[in-house]
């Protein structure tokens, strides 16, 4: 798999993804975020070059040194391989080279929670939109109580039997340790 950046929003990057196999597809044809993409290689099992996941961003509105991740989506038949963490990552150390101080992501469900966590974010203890924990790169406070403290507010919630067991297996965990940051891609 190699990370690519396809461009920032300035670039006006457009990348369509199948709907059936993306969640947030239709978030990806607009040119006003910034995208970057996880495609395999000769090496994975899927086509060399077919994109298996897919992240857009652009700068806070309200805080110009802060870079917002707006969607992570990972292709249904890779959920689980460790290719969104590893995405976000490649997408804060961009952001980072790029002068950005701070990178935010809204999550609404576990799954992405831990996502984030594995990608070196951690819980701001803000929320925003609906039911949505704010998660930040570099992370402030990456302790068991904060980390435990968005996992309860998502105990909250009316979950899936599956998202409830995934919280249970969490309960009184410690965050999960970061992934080491993926290597450069050239990008465009």
Same mark, same amino acid.
């Given at each position: 798999m190699e990370l690519v950046l396809l *461009?920032? !929003? #300035?670039d006006g990057p457009t990348l369509r993804l199948d709907h059936e196999r993306f969640s947030y597809a239709g978030?990806?044809?607009? @040119? @006003? %975020?910034?995208?970057?993409v996880a495609r395999a290689t000769a090496a994975d099992s899927a086509q060399d070059g077919d994109i298996l996941g897919a992240v857009s961003f652009d700068?806070?509105?309200?805080? !110009?040194? %802060?870079?917002?991740?707006?969607?992570v989506t990972v292709r249904a038949d890779h959920r689980g391989d460790g290719? *969104?963490?590893? &995405? &976000?990552?490649? %997408? /804060?150390? $961009? /952001? #980072? $080279?790029? *002068?950005?101080e701070r990178v935010t992501i809204a999550v609404n469900n576990p799954f992405a929670y831990e996502a984030s966590y594995r990608a070196g974010f951690a819980f701001t203890g #803000?929320?925003? *939109?609906? /039911? #949505?924990?704010?998660c930040a790169y570099p992370p402030r406070d990456r302790s068991r109580q904060r980390y435990q403290a968005g996992l309860d507010h998502y105990r909250q919630r009316d979950l899936s039997e599956h998202?409830?067991?995934? &919280?249970e297996k969490r309960r009184d /965990?410690?965050?999960p340790d970061p992934i080491e940051p993926p290597a450069q891609s050239d990008g465009l």
């Open positions: *461009g920032w !929003p #300035e978030k990806f044809v607009m @040119s @006003s %975020t910034g995208k970057a700068p806070d509105r309200t805080d !110009p040194a %802060t870079l917002r991740c707006r969607y290719i *969104g963490p590893r &995405l &976000l990552r490649f %997408t /804060a150390t $961009q /952001a #980072e $080279q790029r *002068g950005f #803000e929320t925003t *939109g609906i /039911a #949505e924990l704010v998202e409830e067991t995934f &919280l /965990a410690a965050p």
